[in-house]
């Protein structure tokens, strides 16, 4: 059996059956997936350090304070990439589905995180989920995730706090009836 193709960007939702600490409870937002491979970014893990304590002194003033730096995923777990929403002129940027594009470029920073907004225009991340050949394939089809359509505003947020049971609430799943078992409702 094959899971139908899905075309980012759209999320997956860790199932409460997921045991892998890397992703339980994450909301991952997927930029790339096909028969090759797949890759995405969990949105609502933040790292929990100012980025005064990342980044290099020349860096770390060009945006506010607060800004949230998030843990993208195991992979490359020490890059950091921006992922955001609309062209930004002169910023090396590739972009990976409607609505989501990514860069590595320092340059970037101080033109999406100056200020601190609710809903920022980017994110600051630390790191990227990925998934081999059908990798993602089997494991959606084993259960391990749940789909949701892409929703801008919930891809963009700074409000991380119950990112995921407002995620599976938006499916129709009470968290509150779900438990860490297969078969999952009570």
């Given at each position: ?8 960007p ?27 491979g797949?890759l ?16 290099a002194?020349?860096?770390a ?28 002129p ?8 409607p ?39 089997h ?9 949701l ?38």
């Open positions: 059996m094959s899971v139908p193709s899905l075309t980012p759209y999320f997956l939702l860790a199932s409460p059956a997921m045991r892998d600490p890397n992703f339980a409870g994450a909301v991952v937002l997927m930029g790339h997936h096909t028969r090759d797949a995405g970014w969990i949105v609502n893990r933040l790292l929990g350090v100012a980025p005064s304590e990342l980044l002194p020349p860096l003033t060009t945006i506010h304070p607060e800004t949230p730096i998030r843990v993208g995923g195991p992979v490359l777990s020490n890059g950091l990439v921006v992922v955001f929403r609309r062209d930004v002169g910023i090396e940027q590739v972009e990976m589905a609505g989501v594009r990514v860069s590595a470029s320092a340059e970037i920073l101080p033109k999406l995180f100056s200020e601190f907004r609710a809903a920022p225009d980017g994110l600051l991340l630390l790191g990227y989920s990925g998934w081999g050949p059908e990798q993602l394939d494991e959606m089809e084993d259960g391990a995730w749940l789909v359509p892409y929703d801008e505003a919930l891809a963009y947020t700074n409000e991380t706090e119950g990112l995921w049971e407002r995620a599976l609430e938006r499916l129709g799943v009470n968290p509150a009836n779900v438990t860490p078992f297969t078969g999952g409702v009570t």
